[in-house]
């Protein structure tokens, strides 16, 4: 009895060990950084259906990298986790209005955040037209220098007209080879856009408007799919989790 008590405790203290190893050196990073004190309960709340370790990984990104996120928004959900994981060795640009970052709050002063460089551009909500207005597209660094450009539910609040424009935006920014990373709230293919289903997007038609600015699709991730979202519904409205889809686009070298 004493030694299957023996053979169990070291289990329960191994199993932990084991599953760390098994994780990539940025997994075990955005897995130290989530337990961080600046992030808040209702972050991590989200980290369930968002699934950061996960989700950063399949990205492909390092902790070297220059990494661009358009519209990081007043949550700033991955900007909080980015910072810290490329604080030593890369840079995070995050891109949005001055009133986003000033609703930021005390966390981005921390020694964490040194290489987070908040880019303030004019992006304006349209009534009319229930979308952001972008106006001229910076997003802080020469073209060709960023590894990494992350668009993350953020692609449905901009019309196709705009959507054209910081793609091809992005295009110069990327180095060649850098990756083009989209996620978004899915809209059943061809259905016509609704009040119900404004913040969905055709996932068929993002990749084609991504494509005619001249990038190609690298990878597809089902890790956001969701059966129970029938995708008529809207996103606020769903009790668990939207379906999203996840694409990893390639600037050609």
Known sequence: MKITKILLAITLLVT??????????????????????????????????????????????????????????????YTKILGPVLRDNGHLMAVDSQGTFDRWGDWVEMPEMAMVHPVPIENNYSRSEGRYVPGELNFGIP??????????????????????RINAKVFATLKPGGEYVIIDHTRRHMKEETGDTGRREDPVSVIFQVQQAGFVLDRVSDMFFQESDDLTQEVGQIPNMTDRFFFVFRKPE
């Open 16 to 77: 932990p060990l084991l599953a760390s190893a098994q994780l990539s050196s940025i997994q075990q990073k955005v897995q130290a950084v989530m337990q961080m004190d600046h992030r808040t309960d209702a972050e991590l709340a989200r980290d369930t259906d968002r699934d950061p370790v996960n989700a950063i990984e399949f990205m492909g990104l390092e902790d070297d990298m220059t990494v661009v996120e358009f519209i990081p928004a007043a949550q700033a959900y």
């Open 143 to 164: 073209d060709g220098s960023a590894d990494k450009f992350l668009y993350v539910r953020e692609y449905h609040n901009f019309n196709e007209a705009d959507n054209a």
